[in-house]
Structures are given as C-alpha cells and as structure tokens.
C-alpha cells in the first residue's frame, strides 16, 4: 500500500478518502475493461517534480525559459511511443482521448464536413459523433453498423455505400464496446476511394498492438492513430497521437494540440508517459498482451458454455459484453449486484438495445486489470463462474457474501503489483 504522509499530515479529509480507494482497489476485482493499475515507476513519475513547470510549445521549441529537462522527457515519450507503434511522428501532449480525437478532427477538418464512424449504439465511442458532444455540433457526422451484432461482422457494403453518398472528408476505425478485430486494409480501401483520411481510434486495445498480439492500423495505412495512455498501455491518464510517416498531417496535429487546443502541456504526465512506454517496450509486455487476449477468452468460453450471449459472439480483444435479456437481469442491477461482490464491471448497451442508455440491457467486462495482477485462464474462469452465479440469483445475499469472500480470497492471493520489473 502508498504510504500518504505528507497528506495525512495536513489533510485528513483527502487521505481518508485515499485509503478507501486504496482499500477497494486492492480487495475487490476491476473489470471495468478501460482501467489499469500503473507501476510505482509510473506514480513516481507523474507525481513528480514536473508537475511544477510551464512548457507551452514543443522540444526546442517552447515559450519560456528553463526547459532543458522537459525537453529531455518530452522527447523521450515521443521516441519510445514511435518505437512501440512504428510511427515517425508522436504528440505526446494530449490530455485524453476526448481531446486527443478533437485535436484530430480540428488538423484535418473544416467546420460542416462530414465524419463516418461507427454507431455509439454498435460499439462506438461518445465522441465519434453522439449528439450531445461539441463535436457533433461542428462537424456532420454519419455512422456505420454492425452487420450482425451476433458475429461483429461490420457491414463494409454499407459502409462503401454511405461514404460514396455522404463523401465523408475522415473516417474513423474505432471503439469502446466491440469484441472482434478490424479489418484495417477495408476502411483504408473505402477511405481512398472517396478521398478521405482514416483515423484509428485505439484507445481500448493500443496495448495489444503495443504489444503485438493485435493488428497495428498504421501497418495497414491508417493516416492517423490516436490513443489514451491508461487503459491496456499501464501509463498515466492520458492520449498520443501518431503519424505513421506524413509530416504534414503530424505538423497540423500539432498546431491543432497547441495552441489550437491547449495550454502548458502537463510534463509530470508526459514523464510518466515515457516510463510506461518504456515498460511497454519490453519483451514482459508482449507476454502481457497475449495474457489479456488468453484470459478475455477463458471468459467467454464460461458465459458461452453458459449459455449467455455474448454480443459480437464472443471476443478477439480484451473485453466482452453480455445481453442479460435473457436472465431477465438488468445491466445496472447485474452492475450493482456485482459491485456487492467486489467485482467491479459497467452496465452497457448492447446493439440496438431496447432499453435506454441509462438502463441498458447488458454489461461490458474486460481483462486487463486483473492480467496485470497475475491472473490466469484458471482464474479467469473461475471469475466468469462466480459472475454468472450472481447474474442467476442476484437478490441472494448468502450468496453474494460467499462470492465476495471467494473474490476477497483472490485478491489477496494476486495482490496489485507495484513492480513492472
Ligand atoms: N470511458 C472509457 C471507456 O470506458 O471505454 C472511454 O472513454
């Protein structure tokens, strides 16, 4: 556990509420499919003294004085990301996915054109296009579907027929809440046949691909790729935004971050950028990745032989998603009855779900986490077994009480790691 001193020292307020933090972190299971634990490397770093500086501008380049040190980290976070994704260029500055994907759309798009992106409905994030977002409001954005929800097939025929009409000047491949691999080469091929850029949206699965075990976008001529720092990568909160090799596409993506979007570039989350990607770079990583991929199937071969459906059919990624339908259980009643087990997981939607957003039909779940704190096939499923249990009788508190000791049992056998070494 951290130790809080100086916090508990001179604010009891905040260190109580650390300490419960700390507590449910490392007593109950994370399968929330976007969250992480990040090393104590990673926490030093992005706790550290960079936190005090003003560094507007880029390597060499920056607005005030007293920069020799940020330039350093700055440019190592740029190198390493490269490195681990084959691209030539990387900012390394933006804050998160939401602003990371506006900084994109800001370099390559004028007020009015048209986006094609996939549904949020069918697994596509809230900033490709939802209505309530600022984006949506300046740009026309226009989706694609799944096929059929039960394969995750996309519906590429669809997909050619809605760019030739809607001539979208950027296309997006990307997700939150899909299972299956992409076939890159097919957005690509659509994409040059109506002169629009692609960009990749890789936030959930960039430590796979980092990682080796999934399919690298820019391999197959994605323009861009953008992705958050703290999911399946282990780094800080936070996004990059790769150029495979256009140096005038990774100028105007630049300018877009700053000064177009932000202000100082936060250099303690840059530094803890580079000694993630660091970590990312080793050979442990992979064996990392390919765990997630392993355990993400030893789940679903529980709720298949369960007999739940599974949108998309199952999974090629790191997570999965339920319809409850028909085990007549709620996503936020199966989220609460879970969370009473210490198994943290979020209720979502599943295609074309009757039920609102609010109170969807189904739950999301993901391995990441637990694969960094050692868990294998075996607990994996174990993990599916007792979930399942719960989604079956979830009014039963004997039962839940038994589940929690069983998940509590787990937990302290696989303690969070502090070490990535
Ligand atoms: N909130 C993240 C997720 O859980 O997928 C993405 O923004």
């Given amino acids: 556990m951290q130790e809080y001193n100086y916090i508990k020292e001179q604010d009891n307020e905040v260190y109580e509420a650390l300490m419960g933090e700390e507590h449910r972190e490392s007593v109950g299971l994370e399968l929330i499919p976007s969250e992480n634990y990040v090393s104590r490397a990673v926490f030093e770093a992005n706790g550290s003294v960079f936190q005090n500086k003003y560094s507007e501008g880029y390597p060499g380049r920056r607005y005030y004085g007293g ?75 226009v989706t694609y579907k799944m096929k059929n929800p039960d394969t995750g097939e996309i519906d590429f025929e669809e997909m050619m027929e809605v760019a030739k009409r809607e001539q979208p000047k950027l296309i997006i491949a990307g997700f939150s809440a899909y299972a299956r691999e992409l076939d890159y080469a097919k957005f690509v091929e659509i994409a040059k046949e109506v002169g629009a850029y692609t960009m990749a949206d890789m936030c959930h699965i960039s430590g796979m691909i980092a990682g080796k075990a999934l399919a690298n976008p820019l391999d197959a001529g994605f323009d861009v790729m953008v992705t958050t720092t703290h999911k399946s990568m282990r780094g800080p909160r936070g996004a990059i935004i790769l150029t495979k090799e256009d140096k005038v596409i990774a100028k105007k993506i630049n300018t877009s971050v700053f000064p177009g979007l932000q202000g100082g570039p936060h250099m303690h989350q840059i530094a803890a950028k580079a000694v993630a990607f660091k970590e990312a770079l080793s050979p442990k990583f992979q064996t990392y990745a390919q765990q997630i991929l392993k355990n993400a199937k030893a789940m679903e071969a529980v709720f298949i032989r369960e007999g739940v459906r599974l949108m998309c059919g199952g999974t090629d990624n790191h997570l999965l998603l339920a319809d409850l339908t028909a085990l007549n259980v709620s996503g936020v009643e199966a989220q609460t009855a879970l969370d009473e087990c210490g198994i943290t997981l979020n209720k979502n939607s599943i295609a074309d779900d009757p039920r609102g957003p609010m109170d969807p039909s189904g739950i999301r779940f993901g391995t990441p986490a637990i694969t960094t704190r050692g868990f294998m096939e075996e607990e994996c499923a174990q993990v599916a077994e007792l979930m399942i249990e719960v989604l079956r009788d979830k009014d039963n508190q004997e039962l839940k009480d038994r589940v929690k000791s069983e998940i509590e049992a787990l937990c302290l056998k696989f303690p969070i790691p502090t070490s990535f070494i």
């Fill in 67 to 141: 920069q020799d040190f940020t330039d350093q980290v700055e440019r190592l976070a740029i190198e390493r990301a490269c490195e681990l994704f084959g691209a030539k260029y990387a900012n390394v500055q933006s804050l998160s996915g939401a602003p990371a994907n506006l900084a994109v759309y800001s370099a390559l798009l004028e007020p009015g054109d048209t986006v094609l992106g996939m549904d949020l409905s069918h697994g596509g994030h809230l900033t490709h296009g939802h209505p309530m977002t600022h984006p949506a409001k300046i740009y026309n954005f």
